[in-house]
């Protein structure tokens, strides 16, 4: 692991991330290398702070304009789980806020500031856009149909609990490359109001593995996410 993600990043954010006891490095040279490391981690912990900053009020604004949820105070966080891969992920706590969340692998990867806000955009725009309740909504309705499809067959409760875990995983597997284009757009949008390069930010498609058919299929191919963000920034830069 990356000398401890950077030191774990060097994150206090705030209490939000447990920085690793100190280590004894066996000689200078490791020693050194855990110096830079943690500096690195600070580095990245200042651009991540200021980032939030930035993208918070802009993702809220929008969220507002939209008015499709009703909870627009986000909260953006550092996950502080070391072994976590590289990842971000949108959610609601027990009241609706949205939660964004951000792994220490991937803020350890991120080249610049301009991934972390376009990243962030995107995870914003899943909840701007109410994907997760439309998500649950086209779930529900696919195994309530499978359902009742297995009982007229007359189907054993195990048979229908079976289809209607298939149908409801089809159903949302069928959304999600909507989805997430959706968001990439919206998200791109984002991180442009908020001062940030959208076009740089999507360079973060570049490190991605390929979608294969089977594998990651509930996301639209990495090329097509690109060419999608170009021509949302083109068209939002020539109406301003």
Same mark, same amino acid.
């Given at each position: ?133 439309? =998500?649950?909504?086209?779930?529900? @309705?696919? &195994? $309530?149909? #499978? %359902?009742?499809? *297995? !009982?007229?067959? +007359? =189907?054993?409760?195990?048979?229908? @609990?079976? &289809? $209607?875990? #298939? %149908?409801?995983? *089809? !159903?949302?597997? +069928? ?7 959706? &968001? ?6 984002? !991180? ?10 999507? &360079? ?37």
């Amino acid at each position: 692991m990356r000398i401890w993600r950077a030191a774990a990043l060097a994150l206090t954010l705030a209490g939000c991330v447990q920085t690793a006891s100190p280590i004894a490095a066996p000689n200078a040279a490791r020693a050194a290398e855990m110096a830079q490391a943690k500096a690195e981690g600070k580095r990245k912990a200042q651009m991540f702070l200021q980032t939030v900053a930035a993208v918070a009020p802009v993702a809220k604004e929008i969220c507002l304009e939209k008015q499709i949820v009703g909870n627009c105070d986000f909260q953006i966080f550092v996950d502080p789980r070391l072994r976590l891969p590289e990842n971000a992920y949108q959610t609601v706590d027990y009241s609706g806020r949205p939660l964004i969340g951000f792994t220490l692998a991937l803020l350890s990867d991120a080249r610049d500031a301009d991934e972390i806000a376009f990243v962030m955009g995107h995870e914003a725009a899943h909840h701007i856009l109410g994907h997760l309740a439309q =998500q649950a909504q086209t779930a529900q @309705r696919a &195994a $309530q149909a #499978a %359902a009742v499809t *297995a !009982a007229d067959q +007359g =189907q054993s409760r195990r048979q229908i @609990r079976t &289809a $209607q875990r #298939a %149908a409801a995983l *089809a !159903a949302t597997e +069928g959304y999600s490359k909507l989805f997430e284009l959706q &968001a990439d757009a919206l998200g791109a949008e984002i !991180a442009l109001r908020a001062g940030f390069d959208p076009l740089l930010g999507a &360079a973060f498609f570049d490190r991605l593995p390929q979608p294969h058919h089977g594998e990651a299929s509930s996301h639209p191919d990495n090329r097509t996410r690109k060419a999608l963000v170009a021509q949302t920034v083109q068209q939002l830069r020539r109406r301003s």
